[in-house]
């Protein structure tokens, strides 16, 4: 059986912070591969020191630098963020992640455009904080219309009606990462597979999630995310209440306990036809 890909992310502000996250993220194991998302926009300056650590780490290493109009921090102009990602780029890190208006715009470097010599592939993404499933239609013609490696959506949901869009999203891209943002997109965090996806997010502790709903390593790993794809879901189906419930936690440890072949999940649904459909 193929393992999970995680990708470790998080919002520290300084390399220190970021080398401490990186030293104590689990390593890569038959269960499955561990990326490092490097979130330049958190980091309160972005020197050299900073692209040492992405010399060292660059197999692993998701780059991104993200201006506040797409939820990040980074305070300098474009031209600026273009050039600091060009320059991660060129030390060969695995993926460069650029959001699609600024590819839209004109905004890909010369050493991400196909041919160049820079190692790095690309993830065009798009993200919708607000709950508008009529938006998901639209931002994935427009994401197929990029040549990219891969492509990423992440659409805020408010439960198995909106999921299930994303789950038949239509991303033509050779990779794809697929996700419902908010405590109702859990599943399509735990259950990547079944959306497409080719890994989640997760962050190392609670305090360092970088969205909304996405889990910490703990919490994904007790919910039993590495071994989703051999175990049958089972869910709590309900009002937006069933998001609260302790019984995900609860049953997962016992499952595992047992050797039982179960993922429990809650699921948030207008009716019981929406939530089976997503199993």
Known sequence: MQGTTLCLTGNEATVAALEARISASPVASPAGEILQEIRLDALTTIDASVFSLLERVAPQAIVTCRPPSEGGAFMGDE???LQILARAARLGVAWIDLELAAVEAGGLPGALVPGAAAKAR???SAHVFEEDPGAIGPLVARLNQVPAEGAKLAVSVRGAGDLLTLMD???SHPLRVVLGMGAA???SRLRPSAFGSQWTYVSLRPENATAPGQLDLASARGARVLEHA???PMALIGGPSV???PGPRVYNALFSRLG?????LACA???FEEALALG
């Open 260 to 264: 039982l072949p179960y993922q429990y």
């Open 185 to 187: 997109g859990q599943i």
């Open 230 to 232: 051999s175990l049958m």
């Open 243 to 245: 998001l609260r419930s």
């Open 269 to 271: 649904a207008d009716s």
């Open 122 to 124: 690309r993830l065009v």
């Open 169 to 171: 999203a239509g991303l």
């Open 79 to 81: 031209r600026e963020r």
